[in-house]
Each structure stands twice: as C-alpha cells, then as structure tokens.
C-alpha cells in the first residue's frame, strides 16, 4: 500500500514489499512526531506569550505529560528499530540463499562500465589473473586455459536474469566505489574495491511483463551506478532484463553457441 502512496517505483522483487513497509512506517511515524512538536511549538509560543506571563515562573511545570510523550516517541523508534529494520536486514544481509538453488552472477564495475560473468552450464567460475586483462578483449582477466572458465559467459552492461529464482550477485570494483541499484528490484549496495559483496534478490517481475503492465513498451530495468565514480558516471548504466526460466534457458544456450563459434 505505501508503494502507491509514496509514489515509489513499481515493485519487481518478492522481497521489496518489505522494504517499502518500512520506509511508509518511518513516514507514518515521521509524520507524526512533525505534527505532534509542531502542536507543542504552537501551543507554548501561546501558552507562555509575554502579554500572559509579565512575571518568570520559578515553579516551572508540573505535570509529567512531557516525559510520558517522550517515552512514547523512545519506544516507537525501538519498535522500527528492533522489530522492522534490524531482522529486514538481517533477512537481506545475513541470510544467503544456498548457492545450489540460486543463479550466481559476477558482477565487476570498472570507470565506466558493468562486466557481467555466468559460470555456464559446469556451474564453476575459471581462473581469473590480473595480467590477462585487456581492455577490449578480456577486461576480467579470465584464464580460457582452466577448463572451469571455458564456458564462463560474460557480457557487457546487460545482465541477464531468470525470474522467479533467488539470484546472488557477487559485486566487485576494479578501481572506485560504484554501487548496483536497481530501483525496481528494491537493491542497493556499493561496489568496494578489494571486496567482493553478495546482494540477493528474488526478481518476480519480467521485462515483458512489465512492459504490458506499465503499458511503456520500452521499459528496461536499468541499473545506474549510484556513487559518483569519476567523470564519466553519467554513462555508467546498464540494463537489466527478467526473462522467464526458459527464456533465459535459451539465452544462456545463444551465448554459449556463440562464444563456441564466434564467426558463425
Ligand atoms: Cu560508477
């Protein structure tokens, strides 16, 4: 419900519900509290207005309303805190999907570029080094030679994913902070240098779908790189395409077929 209210962008991940139950319950109570103070300001800018008290009060007040109304406003923020944000992220954070059922996927930001990397039908990632890296031909370094890295399937700012199937993306930067965002899909997480970082989302949406529901027949998830990563930032987007499981069956296949036989 707070997705429409708040205007936030159509939902394509099983878990983005929460995360937009959260941030409409922050509203909520945000709301609150702004109407409550702006109450208080009120009545004490006329309750205590120099016409009406010429003389100081030393007594000052009695009542322990105030204290009560900050225990409330203490116990609500312990609420959003312990019962709504720490297990949310302890759900996306702490707790990985078994990599057996889920689609693994590399993916390496580079100034300005996203490299995407699929193990391929063995389900192993091959050897990478740093000195095989070439900018056009191989910017990951792959090791062709090591037979787990023959069927590694990479692209270039077009990650492919199968819906309906928990997905981990491994993040990895080869040179700045950049961060993976997706909006859609309710996922953000900075690329380090040095770290490699899973993020986990379950894409319930297609592309196609998408396109009929919005009624915008080019729509594209888009991931935009969300750190300011140097002057060519404005141009580090990549796009983001949900298939159904056996549509990206047979993509996978293309891929496959076509890095078997390049000049088919
Ligand atoms: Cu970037």
Same mark, same amino acid.
């Given at each position: 419900?707070?997705?429409k209210?708040?205007?936030?962008?159509?939902?394509?991940?099983?878990?983005?519900?929460?995360?937009?139950?959260?941030?409409?319950?922050?509203h =909520?109570f945000? *709301?609150?509290?702004?109407?409550?103070?702006g109450a208080?300001?009120?009545?004490?800018?006329i309750?205590?207005r120099?016409?009406a008290?010429?003389?100081?009060?030393?007594?000052?007040v009695?009542?322990?309303?105030?204290?009560?109304l900050?225990?409330?406003?203490?116990?609500?923020e312990?609420? *959003?805190?312990?019962?709504?944000?720490i297990?949310?992220?302890?759900?996306?954070?702490d707790?990985l999907?078994?990599?057996?059922e889920?689609?693994?996927?590399h993916?390496?930001?580079?100034?300005?570029?996203?490299?995407?990397r699929y193990?391929?039908p063995d389900g192993?990632?091959g050897k990478t080094?740093?000195?095989?890296i070439?900018?056009?031909d191989?910017? *990951?370094?792959?090791?062709?030679?090591?037979?787990a890295a023959?069927?590694? =399937?990479?692209?270039?700012?077009?990650?492919?994913?199968?819906?309906n199937?928990p997905i981990?993306?491994?993040?990895r930067?080869?040179?700045v902070i950049?961060?993976f965002n997706?909006?859609?899909?309710?996922?953000?997480?900075?690329?380090?240098?040095?770290?490699?970082?899973?993020?986990?989302?379950?894409?319930?949406v297609?592309t196609a779908?998408?396109r009929?529901r919005?009624?915008?027949?080019?729509?594209?998830y888009?991931?935009?790189?969300?750190?300011?990563?140097?002057l060519g930032?404005?141009?580090?987007r990549?796009?983001?395409t949900?298939?159904?499981?056996?549509?990206?069956?047979k993509?996978m296949?293309?891929?496959l077929?076509?890095?078997?036989?390049?000049?088919?």
């Amino acid at each position: 419900m707070f997705t429409k209210w708040l205007g936030l962008p159509a939902l394509a991940t099983t878990h983005g519900g929460q995360i937009d139950n959260l941030i409409g319950w922050v509203h =909520v109570f945000m *709301l609150l509290l702004f109407v409550g103070w702006g109450a208080f300001l009120t009545y004490a800018l006329i309750r205590f207005r120099k016409s009406a008290n010429p003389v100081a009060n030393y007594t000052g007040v009695k009542s322990h309303m105030s204290s009560y109304l900050e225990g409330a406003v203490l116990v609500i923020e312990l609420v *959003l805190l312990f019962a709504f944000s720490i297990p949310l992220w302890a759900a996306r954070v702490d707790h990985l999907p078994s990599e057996s059922e889920a689609l693994v996927v590399h993916l390496t930001a580079e100034q300005f570029a996203w490299n995407v990397r699929y193990a391929g039908p063995d389900g192993k990632f091959g050897k990478t080094d740093i000195k095989m890296i070439d900018v056009s031909d191989n910017p *990951l370094g792959i090791d062709r030679s090591d037979p787990a890295a023959k069927d590694d =399937v990479t692209t270039l700012n077009q990650l492919y994913l199968p819906a309906n199937k928990p997905i981990i993306v491994k993040l990895r930067s080869k040179d700045v902070i950049h961060s993976f965002n997706v909006p859609e899909f309710r996922v953000k997480q900075d690329a380090v240098p040095g770290l490699t970082i899973p993020v986990w989302f379950v894409p319930n949406v297609t592309t196609a779908e998408m396109r009929s529901r919005t009624g915008n027949a080019e729509f594209q998830y888009e991931i935009a790189c969300a750190q300011l990563c140097g002057l060519g930032h404005y141009r580090m987007r990549a796009y983001v395409t949900v298939l159904s499981p056996e549509e990206f069956q047979k993509w996978m296949q293309d891929k496959l077929a076509e890095s078997a036989d390049p000049f088919r």
